[in-house]
Structures are given as structure tokens and as C-alpha cells.
């Protein structure tokens, strides 16, 4: 599923990434730490593509949080979040 929303997301369909990057976070088998705050950036990257530079912020900063939380301070995902946080801020103005 993952691999699926990114190639919409990449191809301009971002109705239809964000529908299932949605689906993901509500599975009743929730992806882990790491997965789910990577499904997080990728949100925040279609709100910023949509112009939603508040929304991505917000979505950014639900990765980053848990991410600190478990200590996984020197991940890729996290330097993924932190890059989605700092792209939404920067475009926010």
C-alpha cells in the first residue's frame, strides 16, 4: 500500500495518495513507530503540494514527536519529518 500511495503522490494524484496513506494510519494493524511517522511526512509533503502549508505542519510535527518519544533521534524518517517541517515552514512563509 505504502509503495502504491507514494507513486500517486509522485504522479500528481494526491486525492487519491491521501486517501490511502489515511487508510494506513487507521489499519487496525498499525504500522510501527518509524511507519507511521513516515506515512506522516509523506501527508505533510501533499499538503504542501496542496497549498496546505498549516495542515503539513501539523502532520510533520505528529512524526517527529513519537519519533523523539521512542529515541529514534537518528533515523531517516526522522530527518525525512524534520525536512517535510522545514519545506512547510519555509513555503508557510
Not at 495518495?17 to 487496525?28: D, G, R, V, W
Not at 507511521?36 to 505542519?57: E, F, K, P
Amino acid at each position: 500500500m505504502l509503495e502504491q500511495a507514494t507513486n500517486l503522490r509522485r504522479g500528481g494524484e494526491y486525492g487519491q495518495a491521501m486517501a490511502i496513506y489515511q487508510l494506513m494510519l487507521k489499519s487496525p494493524e498499525a504500522p510501527d513507530t518509524e511507519v507511521r511517522a513516515y506515512v506522516l511526512s509523506q501527508i505533510a509533503d501533499v499538503n504542501i503540494a496542496r497549498g496546505m502549508y498549516g495542515d503539513a505542519v501539523t502532520k510533520s510535527r505528529e512524526a517527529i514527536a513519537p519519533l523523539r518519544r521512542a529515541q529514534k533521534e537518528h533515523t531517516g524518517v526522522l530527518a525525512i519529518a524534520d525536512r517535510a517541517l522545514a519545506d512547510a515552514l519555509f513555503a508557510e512563509g
